[in-house]
């Protein structure tokens, strides 16, 4: 894994968090070479997971059909 603090990029919180403290954040900041972070906000420092554009459009994709409401 990747620390989130070492990348020079700029986080987003994701339009389905809440203030429950429950947050991804993400950047789109390294999709230019097919890449796109995403890591916890209440640990800013903590790791990062690094996603493929591939895999990362997938997951939204599944998140706003309500494909994943179950799990």
């Known amino acids: 894994?990747?620390?989130?603090?070492?990348?020079?990029v700029e986080w987003q919180k994701s339009s389905y968090s809440t203030n429950g403290g429950n947050c991804v954040e993400y950047s789109r900041g390294l999709v230019v070479q097919g890449a796109v972070p995403v890591?916890?906000?209440?640990?800013?420092d903590g790791?990062?997971?690094v996603f493929t554009t591939d895999a990362w459009a997938c997951f939204?994709?599944?998140v706003q059909r309500g494909d994943l409401s179950s799990v």
């Open 39 to 44: 890591r916890d906000s209440k640990a800013p």
């Open 60 to 62: 939204v994709g599944a």
């Open 1 to 8: 894994m990747t620390s989130a603090s070492t990348l020079p």
């Open 47 to 49: 790791p990062a997971l």
